[in-house]
């Protein structure tokens, strides 16, 4: 696939499925692009703002419905959509995804106050996700690939939930998203 087809196929994704409640008053879509925005106002690299952008694609690849969390269901969507990008871009983009909820666990363990600095939304899905972070968990985590991007990705997701709030739109993504996408086998 070239590049521009893989950011038309993503894009599609959002088109066809960014109507969907992300739960706090925002559509998936005002979800992700708030996110990439602030990821951008903070200076970030493309990497950074990708990340923030597609962090949920994994939302949009399931029909499981709207606020599943609400259902008691946590979809395991940051490794759905982190898999599935992992086909199109590189670890700096992929893993910021894939560890979105564990970054959230993460910054619970370390921050007096990120707990109630969170959605109602959030918390409940924290739950789901296995609650804050214990000191092995934490020492391990800051390990993993990508750690320090993956948190910055996660202070970005929950800046990223304001109701009418006006954004760039996808395509002016575009150009960045392309570049990032590695090279065709
Ligand atoms: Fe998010």
Redesign the pocket.
């Known amino acids: 696939m070239k590049s521009s087809e893989v950011v038309d196929e993503i894009f599609r994704v959002y088109r066809k499925q960014g109507h969907r409640s992300?739960g706090e008053n925002v559509t998936e879509n005002q979800?992700a692009l708030q996110?990439a925005c602030f990821a951008v106002q903070a200076g970030e690299s493309d990497s950074i703002v990708a990340a923030s952008l597609l962090?949920?694609f994994g939302h949009l690849l399931h029909d499981l419905g709207e606020d599943i969390a609400d259902q008691g269901i946590d979809a395991r969507h940051e490794r759905i959509g982190g898999n599935r990008l992992s086909a199109w871009f590189g670890s700096e983009v992929v893993e910021p995804v894939r560890n979105?909820a564990a970054s959230k666990r993460y910054l619970c363990w370390l921050e007096r106050g990120y707990f109630d600095s969170l959605s109602e939304a959030s918390r409940k899905s924290l739950a789901l996700q296995g609650g804050p972070m214990n000191d092995v968990e934490a020492s391990e985590f800051e390990k993993t690939p990508q750690f320090e991007a993956s948190v910055r990705v996660r202070r970005y997701?929950d800046e990223?939930k304001v109701p009418e709030m006006i954004t760039p739109d996808f395509e002016d993504y575009r150009t960045l998203l392309e570049g990032l996408v590695r090279r065709a086998e």
């Open positions: 992300y979800h996110s962090h949920d979105h997701d990223g």
